[in-house]
């Protein structure tokens, strides 16, 4: 048994002489967030995103953070319940339908998992390559990710999408009709990139219905706990913690977070890793759903974003918190 794979119930921090010690308690965990959140709430670096209008009129200085263990446990601190759009962390959840249904090597294959080095909404990284979308978590790729979904049409692939998500969050969860209504206003871009991935042979369905599911998913209403319930899933190994469903086969956990690792930030992926070693995804909503396997999920949410449309607080946040627990997937 690998020390990492020692369940979260007896040990949990693994010292590098190969003991184990005990794993933080609800009340040390409750501790580091407070911390962090009292360490990064004041910090004005950023902006809200504003090319989906809409997500400019969000209040900024909403900040919250929240973990999930693989116990159950809820650990939250700050504006936990206010509701936002889950954006690109959808990507994940998108993907893992796609494994369930069309098994894992479907991704690998038609999109592809490399870092593009690119922004998320790039153009020239789908001309600079062999015609695929690189990644399901750039723009491109997760537009072919929807696409890859078996429907009939836009309402089956929506309505699987919608009980994937929910599947994973463990509670019931609805599209926010202002994101979305200003998103499909203003999504010409992606509505292009969809039509140069079609051409190609990339899409595998009509663009234009791949692009408004894409849009619908992007739009999806979580609060902070909700999406670390969703990452919480990953962390325990495809299983919700608090439901107890299965959600994806254990099997096809590591890939998806071989994907968050590589891709997850985007641009900033390296960075990320280097700082916080955690599988992790971002939106341009301000969340960002952090894997500790086998331990918890962390999510944090703050609207200001930085260049590469992270949100500032919450990855300040997130890696606070990994590097005080030491739990970046890199030491041992
Ligand atoms: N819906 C956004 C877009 O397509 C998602 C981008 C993100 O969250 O990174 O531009």
Known sequence: MKLRQVPLQ?????????MAVAAPSVEQLQKVAEAAHAKF??????????????????PSELFGIAIVTNNGDVIK??????????????????????????GANSVLTKINVEPTGEAFNSVRAIEEGDGRADNPFVNAGAIATV???????????WQKIIDTYEAFAG??????????????????????????????????????EATEVYTKQCSVGVNTEQLAVMGGTLANGGVNPVTKKRCLPEEMVPQVLAVMTMNGFYDGSGQWAWKAG???????????????????AIVGFSPPLDEYG????????????????GVSIFED
């Open 10 to 18: 007896c040990v949990s921090l693994v010292a590098s002489i190969g």
């Open 41 to 58: 709430k004041d910090l004005d670096e950023g902006k809200n995103a504003d090319y989906i209008p809409a997500l400019a009129e969000v």
């Open 77 to 102: 601190v700050g504006d936990t319940d206010a509701v936002y759009s889950i954006q690109s962390c959808s990507k994940v959840f998108t993907m893992c339908l796609v494994m369930n249904e069309s």
């Open 147 to 157: 696409s890859m979904i078996k429907a009939k049409d836009a309402e089956e692939r």
């Open 171 to 208: 509670s019931k969860l609805t599209v926010l009709p202002d994101i979305y209504k200003s998103e499909a206003e203003t999504n010409f871009r992606n509505r292009g990139i969809a039509h140069i991935l079609y051409n190609s042979g990339n899409l595998f369905c009509d663009p234009l």
């Open 278 to 296: 955690l599988p992790a995804k971002t939106g341009v909503g301000g969340g960002i759903v952090a894997v500790v396997p086998g331990e918890m």
């Open 310 to 325: 992270n949100s500032i607080r919450a990855q300040k946040a997130i890696e606070y918190i990994s590097q005080e627990l």
